[in-house]
Structure formats: C-alpha cells, structure tokens
C-alpha cells in the first residue's frame, strides 16, 4: 500500500503524502486565476477528496478570521493536518511557486504595455471575472451546506454592512462574529 492511500492510525484518516500535498498545490496555484479560493474547494473537496464539504467550510472559516490570506492560512492548516510542520512548508511551498513565476513574467510583460487601452480594458473584464468566480464559489459552497435561516440571516448582513454600507472589513468581522457565534450557540441550547 503506497502512503498516499494509508489511514493514520491516530485519528484514523486517509494520510496524505508530502507529494501528494505539493502537486495538489500547485495545481491550485497554477489554475487559482482570480483567487485560489474558487479552484481550491474544488481541488480539496471533489477532485482530490481530502475533506468533506462540511469541514472545507469549516477550514475556510477558521482561516478568514485568523489574520492574513484565508487561503494561505487553509493551506498551511491543511498541511500541518496531514505532514505536521514540514506539511505546511510543502503546501505552501506547492501553493505559491507557480504564481510567483507567473507573475514575476506577466509584471515585466505589463510594464512595458500598461498604458495601452485595450490592456487596461482587459484588466478591468479580468477583475469582473474574478469578482463572479468568488460569488459562483459562494453560492456553490451554500448549496452543500444545510444552512440555518439563522446563518442565512448573518450572511445577508455581512453583506449589507460591507457591501452595501462599506464597513470595514476588520470591524465587520469584529461585531458579527461574535453575534453569529453568540445566536448559533443560544439557538442550540433550544
């Protein structure tokens, strides 16, 4: 039985090799375009199945409200879940090295043709087509999931204050977390 396929005796999940852990990403460094997010559910969740949808979510989570890229911080908790330390290193490692190549590239390319219009328009259409792929992502990651008319609510309102109201980010996260957490705990004790 190679490594990839073995349980872990502890806790008795599939171990996911250092390899296995590098190549996965990097694949979803190198097609992350607009964000690694959209590409990384899909990569975690269905392709590779290295989690469930329920603890993808959870991951997730955990990562947006801990300070820096939620993705990085996912990457380097998923990494550690499975190879420890030298497992952070190598998923980060894996996630990170194709885009820095790419884009130490398309920097020195777009230097040189950045005042062009029609590369200013694609950058624009670019950004739109980030902006969709998150909210595809969103609405995707939803379905999977058996929300409460209770989450339900907070998303709408997370929304409202930074979409709407322009909250900022830190202070938004700062109120209603608390109060989502806070709601979901009370309404369990029901």
């Known amino acids: ?107 020195t390319i777009y230097e040189a043709f950045a005042s062009n219009p029609d590369v200013q328009a694609a950058t624009v259409g670019a950004g739109a087509a980030a902006a969709g792929l998150v909210i595809g992502m969103g609405l995707k990651m939803g379905r999977a999931l058996s929300l409460s008319w209770l989450h339900i609510g907070f998303a709408i309102l997370t929304f409202i204050a930074m979409g709407i109201l322009r909250f900022p980010f830190v202070l938004s996260i700062l109120v209603l977390a608390p109060l989502c957490i806070a709601a979901t705990w009370w309404s369990a004790r029901k």
């Open 1 to 107: 039985m190679n490594i990839e396929a073995q349980l872990n005796p502890a806790t008795g999940e599939r171990t996911i090799g250092r390899l296995e852990l590098f190549l996965g990403f990097a694949e979803m460094g190198l097609c992350g375009f607009g964000g690694v997010a959209t590409i990384a559910r899909h990569v975690i969740v269905e392709k590779r199945r290295w989690m469930s949808e329920y603890d993808y979510a959870s991951l997730m989570g955990i990562g947006q409200i801990l300070p820096g890229g939620n993705i990085i911080n996912m990457t380097v908790m998923l990494g550690d879940r499975f190879q420890g330390l030298t497992g952070a290193v190598v998923a980060l490692s894996g996630l990170m090295i194709m885009p820095i190549i790419i884009l130490l590239g398309l920097t």
